[in-house]
């Protein structure tokens, strides 16, 4: 079954709290990425990882870090959290060799930072 | 500046209705996908289309390069079309760099 899986799927944080979230996928995919959603702007792009520890800064970068250390596993970490970082974060993974530009989301990681 | 724009924001349709969704770019592209996205829910593939006409089921998409925009008709609504229908675009060679409209809300009812 090609999943998607992320934790924790809600969280709330105070400001300069350190936040993890974690990213699974059982495709075997080598590409993966890191989205945030925020009403009227649809999606944007933290972060793009091509491999195991081959990361690629996205549109959105600041604030954030990633880490992947295995091909099935994405993290995305807030070093202490702001206020404005309160949104839901998507990950995201695709194969390169789906030309039909297949891309496969998670559920989403709904993050309050208060 | 905004670089994907959708239109309408909101569409509230009948079941059975058709619904005309659309999405222009402010830059060339060379590939655009449509999304469907449930209330809360995780963001689903419908349709890749980087050019010309593409059919799935009820959906078909048209997208037009040169003049920067893209379409997603939606025939016969149903109340489970109901969620948000975003389109992206990818401005480079790497799959996956999209950037995406706000999406068209789409409520469909009985």
């Known amino acids: 079954d090609m999943k998607v899986t992320q934790m924790p799927r809600y969280l709330i944080k105070r400001m300069g709290e350190n936040v993890l979230l974690e990213c699974g996928q059982d495709m075997s995919h080598e590409t993966m990425y890191w989205y945030r959603q925020d009403p009227g702007l649809g999606l944007q792009l933290i972060y793009i990882s091509y491999d195991v520890d081959s990361n690629s800064e996205g549109d959105i970068p600041k604030g954030y870090r990633v880490s992947r250390k295995k091909r099935e596993h994405f993290s995305l970490i807030l070093d202490s959290a702001k206020t404005n970082q309160t949104s839901v974060y998507f990950c995201?993974?695709?194969?390169?060799?789906?030309?039909?530009?297949?891309?496969?989301f998670g559920e989403g990681s709904k993050l309050t930072v208060l | 500046e905004q670089q994907v724009q959708q239109s309408p924001a909101s569409l509230v349709l009948q079941e059975g209705e058709n619904a005309e969704l659309q999405c222009s770019f402010s830059?060339?592209?060379?590939?655009v996908q449509w999304f469907y996205q449930r209330p809360g829910g995780r963001l689903v593939s419908l349709l890749y289309?980087?050019?010309g006409t593409k059919q799935s089921g009820r959906l078909t998409s048209t997208t037009v390069i040169k003049e920067r925009r893209s379409s997603l008709h939606i025939s016969s609504s149903q109340i489970t079309d109901s969620g948000t229908y975003l389109c992206a675009m990818n401005r480079g060679s790497a799959l996956g760099r999209l950037h995406f409209g706000a999406g068209t809300q789409l409520i469909v009812i009985p």
């Open positions: 289309n980087p050019s």
């Open positions: 830059i060339f592209t060379n590939q």
């Open positions: 995201a993974s695709s194969s390169p060799g789906a030309n039909t530009g297949q891309l496969y």
